[in-house]
Structures are given as C-alpha cells and as structure tokens.
C-alpha cells in the first residue's frame, strides 16, 4: 500500500468519512487546505448521504479535478481531460470491486458486502496514486 493510500486509510479510522478520508490524504501533495477540502467533502460521505456514489470514488473525482483544472471557467479542453481520468479512473475501480454505488458495495440490499468501507478508501487512494504517478 503506497504513502497516501495508508494515510488515507488512518484519516477513515479517524474522524473523516470516506470521501474526506480519500481527498484529505492528497492536500499536502496537492497543495490545499486540508480543513477547506474536509469541509468541501463532508456530504458525499455515505453514498453522498444516500448511498448513491461511493464517498471514495466521489473523492477521487475531487482529487482530478484539483489536478486538472487550470482554474479556468472556459477552459474546455482541463475538462474533456477531467472527465477522461475520471471515467478510467471509475472503470478500474468498478472492476476491482465491482461497483461505484455505495449500498450495493455495502450489500444493503443483497446482504453481500462487495467491499469495506476501509477498503473502499484503500483502493481508491491507490488507484489516486497512480494516476498520480503517470502525471
């Protein structure tokens, strides 16, 4: 498990839902305020507090945009390649634990949990660090 994937994992063992967590963990790589983004984050914890998109994977969206944006409102091209990382980024996600969606990796309604949250946290800082590293 890489550096921030740890840190991420000790962020969900402490006060931080998974979202917070997961974009938290990459604030001193990225340069941000760790207590701006944990308040940012806060309401796509649990599914974004429906259990509809995973805390962690909207996290990861976060962490992109923060990495591709220029800052710019009319900068089509940082958003065509926001949504590229992103859209790779969820696909290697859903194949590791087949799902995006908060209650179905939680098993609410199958009672067949898919992933941890922890684990969910884990793989998507890991997944984070890569797309990292590519950079």
Do not use: W
């Not at 996290?59 to 590229?84: C, I, N, Q, R």
């Not at 684990?119 to 800082?125: H, I, M, P, Y």
Request: proline share 1%.
């Amino acid at each position: 498990m890489g550096v921030l994937a740890e840190k991420a994992v000790a962020n969900h063992k402490k006060k931080y839902n998974c979202a917070q967590a997961v974009a938290c963990a990459f604030c001193d790589k990225l340069g941000r305020d760790e207590k701006e983004v944990f308040e940012v984050m806060e309401a796509f914890g649990l599914g974004m507090g429906s259990m509809g998109t995973c805390g962690a994977v909207s996290a990861m969206a976060a962490v992109v945009g923060m990495v591709e944006s220029d800052g710019a409102l009319d900068a089509p091209k940082t958003k065509k390649d926001s949504y590229k990382a992103m859209k790779a980024l969820t696909e290697k996600f859903k194949e590791k634990n087949q799902s995006i969606i908060c209650k179905e990796l939680k098993g609410i309604e199958t009672k067949k949990i898919l992933r941890s949250c922890d684990g969910c946290v884990q793989d998507a800082a890991e997944i984070l660090e890569e797309y990292l590293a590519q950079k």
